[in-house]
């Protein structure tokens, strides 16, 4: 299966952690840049934070320090780990898989962070 399955969403408090996962099969996962995306409603899809092949990150500034994107090659997945959550985090969070511009997209997996 291709398409990037997302998992690890939830309801959490706000100063909570969650680690959302992103696992695929029948790439070669340790050429593509992982990506992840937040959406909330009536909103555009905005990028949260990328890893390349060679493991170089980035994030948006409302994330960093307190979001950590990674990459396990032999188990094909990505993850993003995401500690001192705030509200404004909470949306729709989906995983992009990239390679010579060409976008493999998850389903998305929800992330809620209330009180």
Do not use: H
């Amino acid at each position: 299966q291709v398409q990037p399955v997302e998992s690890g969403g939830g309801l959490v408090q706000p100063g909570g952690s969650l680690r959302l996962s992103c696992a695929t099969s029948g790439i070669a996962f340790k050429i593509y840049r992982v990506g992840w995306y937040r959406q909330t409603p009536g909103k555009q899809r905005d990028l949260v934070a990328t890893i390349t092949s060679l493991g170089i990150t980035t994030y948006v500034d409302s994330v960093k320090g307190r979001f950590i994107i990674s990459r396990d090659n032999a188990k094909n997945t990505g993850y993003l780990q995401m500690n001192s959550l705030k509200p404004e985090d909470t949306g729709v969070y989906y995983c992009a898989l990239r390679f010579a511009d060409y976008d493999y997209w998850g389903r998305g997996t929800q992330v809620t962070v209330s009180s």
